[in-house]
């Protein structure tokens, strides 16, 4: 199996002692050579020499000074974002803390999604590290980019890579394959993509970093399992409590007592649905899965909640657009104290 999801920085990373992924000097070297930040030709001196100096040293302290200095204000304000980002790395320590900081702290929206993003990406890499499952791999990419949902019938779900269907959309370019269409583009075009199934799972290692593979999430199809068992692991990863999540069909529960939307459109309707109000039809249908999840120690929970399931749901924008969000399972669950 060749190595997989290369583009998370996986690789420019070490595990410290609980298994959390620390920040590297290569790690941070990574995002100097993004396009944003690389000197091109138009570049000032200032902007050669500041980029010289971090890659010598990434973790150098960069004044205020030192970036107004940069002839570019584009270079300034790039610099700047980076920098941010890179001190709370470096302040945090590992990929995880600083992750579970932006959120507990409410810093996320001083950070770029990208970033965010590519955090979950390089943690799930880990996660999965030694994996040889692509449903999971798949499935894992819910969590760090956005999906478009094709329902089909017979109950699948079908979910694409949303960068990959606009890129293709635009290129003409295509692959043989199921297909999916664009939803809410120009009908007139529709993009081919493979679908990730028993005959195909063998090309996924060596396309991963593509991510140009179609998962069907329908209840009872392997990719819902695999979504899954890539939470559980997700949970316990950063809380170090253990869970278990099965899907569901309804949530038929007098004694419902807790949930946790996995996306703002789920949270919205589950919130909706608990406080009692009447929900149209159209936003029922936007959601995709329901979830009950369950502790192995009922004893580190809420004791209001102490025995009870905790319901999950996944929902679909009216755009058929998904974008889960992880930050939801670690930040909303009924724990008893902070994990």
Known sequence: MPDVW???GFHLLRRDAQGWLAVTDDFLRAYLMRAELRPVEESCPNERALHQDLLDDPRRPVPAERLAALADPDARDNYETVLRFRDLLIAHGTLEACYLALFRDGQ????????????VHAILRSLLDGGEDPFRFRAAELLFRSQKVNLQDGGAIMVADEEVIEMRAAG???????LLSEGGAPRSRSVELDVLDEESSAS???RSDRFDMVL???????????LCRVLESWVEHFLGVTVTIHPVQAISDERWIWHVGLDAEASGILNDLYEGREVEQARIAQILSLFRLEFGDSAIMLPEVAGRPVYLALAMTPGR???LKPQNLLVNLPLAAAA
Request: glycine content about 16%; overall charge positive.
């Open 216 to 226: 069907d999430i329908g209840f009872t199809r392997p990719g819902l399992d695999a």
């Open 204 to 206: 996924y290692w060596e």
């Open 6 to 8: 290369l583009s998370s």
């Open 108 to 119: 996320a929206g001083t950070v770029p999604r990208l970033f965010i993003d590519h955090l």
């Open 321 to 323: 657009r998904l974008r």
């Open 172 to 178: 003409g370019l295509g692959a043989p394959g199921r």
